[in-house]
């Protein structure tokens, strides 16, 4: 087999910032995903280079993908961690880094991905996630993580983290990058459990605006606030229409007011 990391370009890049989602477990609403998606959109970001992911899932549970070419020709597009970078200005380069949670063979694609971290010479990495939690959908989104130092987490004004329990791919990433010396912040939003809809774009832009800050990186979020907004206003239209979920979502309200 060839190597599974592909490089599609070998840019000079300097103190560049990589922002990493995984979908699937640590992905609630496609938060961290879309966060990601957006930062890459906004910054205009190109193609970087991929970890062929072939080796590390069960393609009967994330399966290759057919597409049609210009030419209306059949192509199969197989699972892939991709990288793009760009730069919001010369002096704030950024690589994001997005793709499907490993299923098997963790250790050995951890080792692929930090060794690409250091092949780009990238000394701070910015790990998303987020989850589902009893919290009050109209409340502002809540973001927790954990970071190689307090001072990276007070930058932001984000609580650190206690969670024990499983982790996923994000979790054994930190631990990996932060021995080899890199600067690593994760973090987390928080969305309620009860509120299934996805894309969640609060959740995205909870996120977005916490990388953006930690990087000090100005970028124009003003449609994915219109996207959240929308979005809040769908949610508080099925809640109002659902007696249930109404009196779910004040018995809550009382448990935050009692804390």
């Known amino acids: 087999m060839e190597h599974p990391v592909e490089m599609f370009v070998r840019p000079s890049l300097h103190e560049a910032s990589l922002v990493v989602a995984f979908e699937g477990w640590s992905d609630a609403g496609e938060a961290a995903t879309g966060a990601v998606r957006y930062l890459s959109e906004a910054i205009r970001a190109v193609p970087l280079g991929q970890i062929d992911c072939e ?126 010396g890199i600067e690593v912040l994760s973090l987390w939003a928080g969305l309620p459990h009860y509120i299934s809809a996805s894309p969640n774009s609060r959740g995205a832009l909870a996120l977005v605006q916490k990388v953006t800050g930690s990087l000090r990186v100005k970028i124009d979020d003003e449609p994915l606030r219109n996207e959240a907004a929308s979005f809040e206003q769908k949610i508080s239209n099925i809640v109002a229409a659902d007696p249930e979920l109404t009196e779910y979502v004040r018995e809550l309200k009382r448990r935050e007011f009692a804390q």
Do not use: M
Not at 103 to 117: E, G, I, K, P, Q
Not at 132 to 154: H, I, N, W
């Open 55 to 180: 080796e590390f899932l069960d393609l009967t549970v994330q399966r290759p993908t057919i597409r049609l070419n210009d030419l209306r020709e059949r192509t199969i597009e197989w699972p892939a961690t991709r990288f793009d970078y760009g730069s919001h200005d010369t002096s704030h380069e950024l690589v994001l880094a997005q793709g499907v949670e490993p299923h098997t063979h963790w250790r050995r694609y951890c080792d692929l991905f930090v060794s690409l971290v250091r092949r780009l010479g990238i000394r701070r990495v910015i790990l998303l996630g987020a989850y589902v939690s009893d919290v009050v959908y109209s409340r502002p989104v809540a973001v927790t993580g954990f970071a190689t130092s307090d001072e990276l987490l007070e930058e932001v004004g984000v609580s650190h983290s206690s969670y024990e329990g499983p982790t996923g791919i994000g979790g054994v990433l930190a631990e990996e990058l932060a021995a080899e």
